[in-house]
């Protein structure tokens, strides 16, 4: 049976100054660092080792994955899915996939909360079945389609039979993805979308029923709050 492990990215310094990152590539600080490196050692104390990596292309994504399995003395390689189920080598195959890429928060990325838009924070935390994209950002109902086209997508790969049925596969990502997920996975509504704290290097492990009626997910480490 296959193990599905979702982890969320390490501290940036735009996380320290609550500022939208979206799609910005920016990279993880020294805490961030630590934080990943922490996650692996949750992983290492499990005794999961990684078949697989799907990641978003972002950096700070990248630079936890890679964090994460130093502690193994692991390494990743960059492969396309069709090379990463063929090969053999020591390191662990680490697959992009742009499903798993960060919200894009259009003109508002990189701008702190408190300088946001009136009522922009309230509507988008609060309230987010009426939130309207600013220009150049991407719709809730767009977010939760991606992640649903993910589950569905891994939910084929580890079927009985299927290249993945018996991997331990982590699906490194960002604060949003994880959040769309965890709704999906739990049968939450929109609504709910924030209900639930993620944070920094937060890991994830869900479960794929062979219907979407049946997943479910729970975490396995709750993150850093970076105050550690």
């Given at each position: 049976?296959?193990?599905?492990?979702?982890?969320?990215?390490?501290?940036?310094?735009?996380?320290?100054?609550?500022?939208l990152?979206?799609?910005?590539?920016?990279h993880?600080?020294?805490?961030?660092?630590?934080?990943?490196?922490?996650?692996?050692?949750?992983?290492?104390?499990?005794?999961?080792?990684?078949?697989?990596?799907?990641?978003?292309?972002?950096?700070?994504?990248?630079?936890?994955?890679?964090?994460?399995?130093?502690?193994?003395?692991?390494?990743?390689?960059?492969?396309?899915?069709?090379?990463?189920l063929?090969?053999?080598g020591?390191?662990?195959?680490?697959?992009?996939?742009?499903?798993?890429?960060?919200?894009?928060?259009?003109?508002?990325?990189?701008?702190?909360?408190?300088?946001?838009?009136?009522?922009?924070?309230?509507?988008?935390?609060?309230?987010?079945?009426?939130?309207?994209?600013?220009?150049?950002?991407?719709?809730?109902?767009?977010?939760?389609?991606?992640?649903?086209?993910?589950?569905?997508?891994?939910?084929?790969?580890?079927?009985?039979?299927?290249?993945?049925?018996?991997?331990?596969?982590?699906?490194?990502?960002?604060?949003?993805?994880?959040?769309?997920?965890?709704?999906?996975?739990?049968?939450?509504?929109?609504?709910?979308?924030?209900?639930?704290?993620?944070?920094?290097?937060?890991?994830?492990?869900?479960?794929?029923?062979?219907t979407?009626?049946?997943?479910?997910?729970?975490?396995?480490?709750?993150?850093?709050?970076?105050?550690?």
């Amino acid at each position: 049976m296959a193990q599905i492990y979702f982890l969320r990215h390490g501290q940036t310094d735009m996380n320290i100054t609550h500022m939208l990152q979206g799609r910005t590539d920016t990279h993880l600080n020294d805490r961030g660092r630590q934080q990943a490196r922490d996650a692996g050692r949750v992983f290492q104390q499990k005794g999961i080792v990684p078949d697989i990596i799907f990641s978003s292309p972002l950096t700070r994504v990248r630079q936890t994955v890679e964090e994460a399995l130093r502690v193994q003395s692991l390494e990743p390689l960059d492969l396309t899915y069709g090379e990463a189920l063929v090969y053999q080598g020591a390191k662990i195959p680490r697959v992009t996939d742009q499903h798993l890429i960060e919200m894009s928060f259009g003109e508002v990325e990189g701008i702190p909360m408190s300088q946001l838009p009136d009522d922009f924070a309230e509507i988008f935390f609060e309230d987010p079945g009426n939130y309207e994209p600013v220009p150049g950002a991407e719709s809730y109902h767009s977010l939760l389609k991606r992640c649903r086209e993910f589950i569905e997508y891994l939910r084929e790969q580890t079927r009985d039979g299927a290249p993945l049925s018996d991997k331990a596969i982590v699906c490194a990502t960002h604060g949003g993805v994880l959040h769309g997920m965890l709704v999906l996975l739990w049968h939450r509504e929109l609504a709910d979308f924030w209900k639930q704290q993620v944070l920094n290097c937060a890991i994830v492990k869900a479960e794929l029923g062979d219907t979407a009626d049946e997943d479910t997910a729970e975490f396995v480490s709750d993150g850093y709050t970076g105050d550690e």
